[in-house]
C-alpha cells in the first residue's frame, strides 16, 4: 500500500511539475518596447528651410553701348575700387562684308566722289586764275586813277571784281573741301573688316568703371567678342555685407514675421550663426517641386547677427540650412512625437505603468518635428512608449527593450 502511494504522489508530482512548465511555456510573454520619460525643458518651434547667402547689393554691369568688348583680364574675386578701376574696355563693332551689288554700288560712288574732286579743283584753278587777273587789274586802275586816267567808277568797278573773285575762289575752295570728304566717305565704304584689324587698339575705346569698392562676383562675358548695349558683362559686390535668402511655402511664410531670431547651421562652419528676419516678400511665385508638384514659395530675407568672424568664410551663394523661430519655451512638458498616434479625434499614447501598457488621451500644445507639448492627460516623470506596434493595446504586459 506505501508503494502504491509513493508511485502516485510521484506520478502526481510529475504531472504537475509537466503542467506548471506548459502553462509557463505558452503564456503570453512581455513585449519588448522602447521606452523614453515624460520631462520638462525647452522647446523651440520652428520653420526649417535650406537657404542661400548673397550680397545685399549686387551691381551688374552692362555695355552701354554696341560694339566689340575687349577680352577681360580681371579674375574672379579680384578687388576693385569705385570709380577707379578699370573692369572692361569696348572699342567699335568691325565694318561688316559686301555683298557683290553693295561693293558695285560703293565703287560706283568711290568713281563718282573722285570725279567730283577733279572737277572742284579744276573750278579752283579756274577761279585762282580769275583771281590773279582781277588782281593785276585793280592795281592797274589804282594807277590810272591817280593819273586821273580813269574815273572814280571804274576803280569801284575793278575793286569789286577783285573782291567778288576772291570770294569764288573761298567757294570752290570750300567746295573741294566737301568733295574730299565725300571721297573720303566713299573709301570708307569699301573699308573691310581685315583692313581694321590693324586698327585695334589705337582708337578711342569706352572703359567701364567699377561702381562701387567691393570685389568681381561673377564674369559674365569674359573673351572678346561683340556685345549689344545693355548685355550683362560682368557682376561686382562687396563679400563682407551679406545676407540669406530662403524660399518659404507661403503657409509657412504668413506665420514669419521680421524680427524673428533665426538659427542657421549645416553651412560647413563649426556652431550654428544667429541671424533676425529682416523682410518677408509681399508677394510669392510659382515652383515646381522636386515631386512635380506646384508650390507656391515666398522669399524671408534674414541678416546675420553674429559676428563676423564667425561667418567670414562665407561667400555669395553658399547653402545654409535656417531655421526661423516661431515659438520657444523654456519650461515645457513635453514627450517624442513618435510616441503620440491619432485615437479616434483626439491624440493618444501608452504610459507604462506596473509593467503594462495602459492607454492615454493626451491633451497637445506646441509640436516641433520631434517633440510636442503636452498640456493634460499625463505627469512628469512617467514613461512612454516609443513607437508602439499593433501588438501593444491597452493592458498588454511590457518590458523595456535591452
Known amino acids: 500500500m506505501d508503494a502504491a502511494w509513493r508511485r502516485w504522489i510521484m506520478w502526481g508530482l510529475l504531472g504537475a511539475a509537466l503542467t506548471a512548465g506548459l502553462v509557463y511555456a505558452f503564456r503570453p510573454q512581455p513585449i519588448p518596447v522602447d521606452l523614453a520619460t515624460v520631462a520638462r525643458g525647452p522647446l523651440v518651434v520652428t520653420a526649417d528651410e535650406e537657404g542661400e547667402t548673397r550680397v545685399r547689393d549686387v551691381f551688374v554691369l552692362s555695355a552701354p553701348v554696341a560694339g566689340r568688348a575687349l577680352r577681360i583680364d580681371a579674375e574672379v574675386g579680384d578687388a576693385v575700387v569705385a570709380e577707379q578701376t578699370v573692369v572692361a574696355e569696348i572699342e567699335p563693332i568691325d565694318p561688316a562684308f559686301l555683298d557683290l551689288r553693295s ?59 577783285y573782291k567778288t573773285s576772291r570770294a ?26 581685315v583692313q581694321t584689324q590693324a586698327a585695334h587698339g589705337a582708337c578711342e575705346c569706352v572703359p ?26 560682368l557682376e561686382i559686390g562687396d563679400p563682407e555685407d ?49 515631386l512635380g508638384i506646384e508650390e507656391q514659395r515666398v522669399n524671408v530675407i534674414i541678416d546675420f547677427t553674429s559676428p563676423r568672424t564667425e561667418w567670414q568664410r562665407l561667400g555669395h551663394g553658399y547653402q545654409v540650412e535656417v531655421r526661423v523661430v516661431l515659438w520657444e519655451g523654456t519650461d515645457v512638458r513635453k ?6 498616434f491619432r485615437h479616434g479625434e483626439d491624440w493618444a499614447l501608452f504610459v507604462e505603468e506596473n509593467g503594462r501598457a495602459r492607454l492615454r488621451t493626451v ?40
Open 103 to 161: 561693293e558695285t554700288q560703293a565703287r560706283a560712288a568711290l568713281s563718282a566722289a573722285e570725279a567730283n574732286k577733279a572737277l572742284a579743283e579744276a573750278e579752283l584753278v579756274e577761279m585762282e586764275a580769275e583771281l590773279d587777273f582781277a588782281i593785276s587789274e585793280l592795281e592797274r586802275a589804282r594807277r590810272l586813277y591817280r593819273t586821273r586816267t580813269i574815273s572814280e567808277r571804274d576803280l569801284d568797278d575793278a575793286e569789286r571784281r
Open 242 to 290: 551679406l545676407e540669406v535668402v530662403v524660399d518659404f511655402l507661403s503657409a509657412d511664410a504668413v506665420r514669419i514675421s521680421p524680427g524673428q531670431r533665426v538659427i542657421m547651421d549645416e553651412w560647413g562652419g563649426g556652431a550654428a550663426l544667429a541671424g533676425e528676419v529682416r523682410l518677408v516678400e509681399p508677394f510669392g511665385t510659382t515652383k515646381i517641386s522636386a
Open 168 to 193: 569764288a575762289v573761298a567757294t570752290v575752295k570750300a567746295r573741294l573741301q566737301v568733295r574730299v570728304f565725300e571721297l573720303q566717305r566713299a573709301q570708307a565704304q569699301l573699308m573691310s573688316p
Open 335 to 340: 514627450v517624442p512625437l513618435t510616441a503620440l
Open 363 to 402: 491633451e497637445l500644445g506646441r509640436r516641433t518635428g520631434l517633440e510636442a507639448e503636452v498640456t493634460a492627460g499625463v505627469e512628469s516623470g512617467q514613461r512612454v512608449i516609443i513607437s508602439p506596434s499593433d501588438r501593444i493595446t491597452d493592458g498588454v504586459r511590457i518590458r523595456p527593450r535591452a
Open 208 to 233: 567701364l568703371l567699377a561702381p562701387v569698392n567691393g570685389k568681381i562676383l561673377r564674369i559674365l562675358h569674359k573673351s572678346e567678342g561683340v556685345v549689344e548695349a545693355g548685355d550683362p558683362l
